[in-house]
């Protein structure tokens, strides 16, 4: 399903907002490395939707879950 250009930038655009607020979670508030781990996993999470939002294509997580329940 296809969405209108400005729904992807908008959804692009919320997924870029959540990328940044990782960084300040990454680099201000926490002090364990479990805390960095969840902060890079959020990261990496909504980077790589914020890209297939844009280009309108599955994200990661959604392709391997494809591969994995044919």
Same mark, same amino acid.
């Given at each position: 399903m296809?969405d209108y250009?400005v729904?992807r930038?908008y /959804?692009s *655009?919320w997924?870029? =907002?959540?990328?940044m607020l990782g @960084?300040?979670?990454? #680099? +201000?508030?926490?002090?364990t #490395?479990? =805390?960095k781990?969840?902060a890079? =996993?959020?990261?990496l999470?909504?980077a $790589?939707? *914020?890209v *297939? $939002?844009?280009? $309108? /294509?599955p994200? @990661?997580? #959604? +392709?391997?879950l494809?591969?994995? #329940?044919p």
């Open positions: 296809s250009p729904e930038l /959804k *655009a997924h870029i =907002g959540l990328v @960084l300040y979670e990454l #680099r +201000r508030t926490h002090h #490395r479990l =805390g781990a969840l890079v =996993g959020m990261l999470f909504h $790589d939707a *914020a *297939a $939002d844009a280009l $309108d /294509k994200c @990661l997580t #959604r +392709r391997i494809e591969c994995l #329940r």
